[in-house]
């Protein structure tokens, strides 16, 4: 193990990228690692190595940030895959907080731990799909999933495309589509007129992001894409894939079906709070910032000490406001870490305080169209499964509740709703929701604890070379 | 109005004396601060071996093994998918090959059908086995459970039974009044004639309440699990030295245990797994079940077994208190939790216990010393 670093930030969307280019440049020992081989997270996404996608607004965006990152002098940790966090304050009783430690898989496979007296979380969210009839047949995939594979490697999902859920990604995968060359059959948005009419006030303040929905509108109707206003998706069918879809108004009446080879769907998004939850912070749901999200500090401070989270995945404020997040998280690390003074502090961190309250504005807006909308919940069949890693159903869910189960531990004990490989990432909202539905909320319903590993990590990688001689067994119980 | 008994604390010793009093006919308060076999009852490895349970205990645990493959018999269908198959006490080193064969030979004394085998013949009883062991205790009576289903296979039947289940009802301390033992819990006073302590490793704090000074360890006992993989073993395995539990689910899954310690305690509960216990514990699977090296680690967790002085149970009447009884604490407490139940219930009721108790006078006396 090396020295620790100052500062470790977990995650290079553009939260990640500017709370590491921030505390480096001021001199601080940072480490910033990332999953995908380039840094810029989901909407300012690079093209891997060898891959040409034409630049548009997001890819020039996340390119001022990207270089910014480089000329800072973090050093950039890609391709690595956290699975273990550790340290800070998970210790034995009594004893000091120590450095954070974090246990990656780099792109060779050799297993790092590196240590970081502070550590920034910028995980971002996971979509949150809720299930319906079809929901795991091949050829359905989320709008977060579309928009990788689109902005990556400019791979299409399907040649005539389904695009339906809430909020503006549903428009920004629908035009990307057809810039891409795919046919969009239809675009069923569960948000009404009236709920886009209400976002329009936050949204007149970021006139950029504005003119992009509009271009994005007006892009769909010279294509003829019919746009389905307060429509849900009620089944996708076919067998073996999706062939069709079926789409109703929310307020009920007559269904429509639409041919295609591909449902892009998507419900919105939820912060992802697996690193928080595993050093115990103090959470809170708010359901309009998509779910449970730390309790932070107006400098992303979480109740942990020296721990900071900055993006959605504190609450979904949006692309735009993640840098100025970012830079407070990181310039409060500084100064709990003693680099900076409280006037230097105070002095620098004016700026992105102001810059963030602007973008929040607007990312609100489109946080609270993204928000669980409890009628999809109702609506989910008893026959419908809901954790698709265990194959758990509504019906055996709501059985385990009239069994007694009153919190969702308590339910993944039930009916192993949660317990495979995604680890209720997938599932949970949902579950939760049914929960919640029958002991009175969310915050009772509560969440599953944390733990380690936050992603499945391969066993090879945890073991590496060892003697059975060097296995430190300890003593044996008494016979 | 009084309860005729209340007991504190719904694990599986808890629920198994609340069950069979209520079935004895005494009116019957189970108590817990959270939900039903939600800690150690709920999260542990389900082992039911006899090549980790104390000597002294397996006559005990044999009973409890029946007890669990026939769950749904005595707890009105509610059952933890209980599996009986060989068990392998396996050694790799000459030391742990000594340290087997002291320990086959004390609890084949005790009445556990365990044999020594040579490694090629516990090969052929389990094909995924290492070719590198030497020597290997086999038990052809262990088996395991899904402990997580606990809960569930407890609650129906105590509700069936009449038992007044009142979970997320934290105790907070004990009074006596006119010869009753009045419960001060977060929504009001609770009345008893006799009062069960079945709080695991809050034990300790529970016999505060009575004035007793019974000192409680604390294990915090880490838990590995994998994703779903083709079969690779069919046994329930463990290592000469007790520090290794493996076995694979019908689902695929292998859970990895042995008692590795991670960091907790009763006021936090199980934190945080350490890193280094992890990885030697996992070791130690990969190495006693090769295949293993390819599966994926979905999940760690931690759990919170009680250990009294001597590591035997506390189970029986507590001393000075009249009408108040204690039953936890111990080592493979789960294994044999079912049966332990039964037999405090026989004392509380009144009748001769079908086998001896474990009074904690002993530990009481080891205290004052």
């Known amino acids: 193990m090396t020295h620790p670093y100052d500062v470790a930030v977990l995650g290079a ?39 040409v996608v034409p630049p548009d607004a997001d890819r020039r965006a996340g390119d001022a940030l990207r270089a910014a990152l480089a000329a800072s002098g973090a050093e950039l940790r890609l391709g690595h895959r956290v699975w273990g966090l550790g340290g800070g304050p998970l210790v034995r009783q009594g004893e000091a907080p120590v450095p954070f430690r974090i246990d990656a898989l780099p792109p060779d496979g050799e297993p790092v731990t590196l240590e970081a007296r502070a550590l920034v979380l910028c995980a971002g969210t996971h979509e949150r799909i809720i ?239 993204m928000a ?78 944390g733990r380690l590993p936050l992603r499945p990590v391969p066993m090879e990688a945890v073991l590496g070379e060892f003697d059975y001689a060097d296995i430190p067994v300890p003593a044996p119980a008494p016979l | 109005m009084a309860f005729d008994v209340a007991i504190v604390g719904a694990g599986v010793m808890g629920c198994s004396t609340a069950l069979h009093l209520a079935r004895a006919g005494m009116r019957v308060a189970l108590l817990d601060r959270g939900a039903i076999c939600r800690e150690a009852s709920g999260v542990n490895a389900g082992t039911l071996t006899m090549q980790m349970t104390r000597a002294a205990l397996i006559p005990y645990a044999l009973r409890a093994h029946e007890m669990w493959l026939r769950m749904a018999e005595w707890c009105d269908g509610g059952h933890v998918l209980a599996v009986a198959c060989p068990g392998l006490s396996v050694a790799f080193t000459e030391r742990e090959a000594a340290m087997l064969e002291e320990r086959a030979k004390a609890r084949r004394a005790a009445g556990a059908p365990i044999e020594l085998i040579s490694g090629g013949q516990a090969m052929e009883i389990e094909p995924g086995l290492s070719d590198r062991v030497l020597l290997a205790g086999h038990c052809p009576i262990d088996g395991f ?122 006021q936090r509960g199980g934190l945080a797994v350490r890193a280094e216990n992890f990885r030697g514990n996992v070791r130690l699977a990969a190495h006693t079940i090769p295949a293993l090296r390819d599966a994926r680690v979905v999940r760690a967790w931690l759990g919170l077994e009680a250990e009294t002085a001597d590591a035997l149970p506390a189970i029986g009447p507590i001393p000075g208190v009249d009408n108040a009884w204690i039953i936890g604490s111990v080592h493979s407490g789960y294994t044999s939790g079912p049966y332990f139940g039964k037999l405090l219930a026989q004392a509380v009721a009144g009748e001769a216990p079908e086998m001896p108790l474990f009074p904690i006078d002993r530990l009481l006396a080891m205290e004052a010393a």
């Open chain 1, 13 to 51: 969307g553009p939260a990640g990228m500017a709370a590491a280019t921030e505390a480096a440049r001021r001199g601080a020992k940072v480490v910033l690692l990332e999953e995908s081989p380039a840094p810029g997270g989901q909407v300012y996404r690079a093209a891997p190595p060898g891959f």
């Open chain 2, 145 to 266: 459970t899904s402990a997580y289903l606990t809960g569930r296979a407890f609650r129906p039947a105590l509700l069936n039974a009449g038992v007044a289940l009142f979970e997320n009802r934290a105790v907070w301390g004990v009074d006596r009044e006119a010869g009753r033992f009045v419960l001060e819990t977060e929504t009001g006073p609770l009345q008893a004639k006799r009062i069960v302590l079945a709080g695991g490793v809050w034990l300790e704090e529970m016999a505060g309440w009575l004035g007793v000074r019974l000192p409680i360890k604390v294990l915090i006992n880490q838990l590995v699990v994998t994703e779903r993989i083709r079969p690779v073993m069919r046994t329930v395995l463990g290592v000469a030295s007790g520090l290794l539990s493996l076995k694979q689910y019908a689902n695929g899954t292998v859970l990895i245990g042995g008692g590795w310690q991670g960091i907790g305690d009763r």
């Open chain 1, 131 to 369: 299930p319906f009839p079809g929901w795991t047949l091949p050829g359905v995939i989320g709008l977060a999933a579309a928009t990788i594979l689109l902005k990556a490697q400019g791979v299409l999902p399907g040649r005539r495309v389904v695009v339906a859920g809430a909020g503006p990604l549903l428009y920004a995968v629908a035009a990307k589509l057809l810039k891409a060359g795919s046919e969009v059959a239809a675009i069923a948005d569960l948000a009404t007129r009236g709920e886009w009419a209400r976002a329009m006030p936050a949204l007149l303040a970021r006139p950029d992001l504005l003119a992009r929905g509009l271009a994005w509108r007006a892009a769909l109707a010279t294509n003829g894409v019919p746009v389905l206003q307060a429509h849900a998706v009620i089944a996708a069918e076919g067998v073996g894939a999706v062939e069709r879809v079926r789409v109703q108004p929310i307020s009920g009446g007559a269904a429509e079906s639409f041919d295609c080879d591909a449902l892009c769907i998507g419900h919105g998004l939820v912060p992802a709070t697996e690193a928080t939850r595993v050093f115990r912070a103090a959470h809170r749901y708010a359901r309009e910032s998509g779910g449970w999200v730390p309790v932070l500090d107006a400098d992303r401070r979480v109740s942990v000490p020296l721990l900071y989270v900055a993006g959605d995945g504190g609450g979904v404020r949006g692309a735009a406001a993640a840098p100025a997040a970012g830079r407070l998280a990181a310039l409060a690390a500084l100064r709990d870490l003693g680099v900076l003074d409280g006037r230097a502090h105070a002095r620098a961190r004016r700026r992105p305080a102001l810059e963030q309250w602007r973008a929040a504005q607007a990312g609100q807006a489109m946080a609270r169209m």
């Open chain 1, 372 to 449: 669980l909308r409890p009628a999809l919940v109702d609506a989910i069949a008893p026959e419908t499964v809901v954790c698709r890693c265990e194959g758990v159903t509504r019906a055996e869910i709501e059985t385990a509740l009239d069994d007694g189960a009153t919190e969702m531990n308590q339910l993944k004990q039930f009916t192993r709703c949660g317990m495979g490989p995604c680890q209720g990432r997938l599932c949970g909202e949902a579950a939760a929701e049914l929960v919640a539905r029958r002991v009175g909320g969310r915050e009772r319903a509560g969440f599953a604890t």
